[in-house]
């Protein structure tokens, strides 16, 4: 069964702002980059356990071809995005989000 998936929105806001500024550095990047962050999200829903838990229930993907990390919990029927991470932010800023 696979789950759901839903973001925070200061987890979409993150995503938008990512989006919007590949698109501008190269049209269709932007695209790239949301296809790779769908991806790996599809493959969390079906198999979150297979995803590193980094703190507690909270799980990181990391993009390979993307400086970007996404922070996730997994519940019963949905994977919730906590953050979309670019490598050089403080992961403190995640603690309030879990």
Same mark, same amino acid.
């Given at each position: 069964m ?11 806001l993150?995503?938008?702002?990512a ?15 949301q296809?790779?962050?769908?991806d ?9 356990e297979?995803?590193?838990a @980094? ?5 990181? @993907? ?13 519940e019963?029927?949905r994977?919730?995005?906590?953050a979309?991470?670019?490598?050089h ?5 995640l603690?309030?989000?879990?």
């Amino acid at each position: 069964m696979s789950r759901s998936v839903v973001f925070r929105r200061e987890a979409r806001l993150e995503f938008d702002e990512a989006f919007v500024w590949y698109e501008g550095k190269q049209r269709g990047l932007g695209i790239e980059f949301q296809n790779v962050v769908d991806d790996r999200l599809s493959q969390a829903a079906d198999r979150p356990e297979l995803v590193r838990a @980094i703190r507690g229930s909270v799980r990181r @993907i990391v993009l390979i071809r993307f400086p970007y990390s996404v922070h996730f919990v997994a519940e019963n029927f949905r994977i919730v995005v906590l953050a979309v991470f670019h490598a050089h932010r403080n992961p403190k800023h995640l603690v309030k989000r879990s």
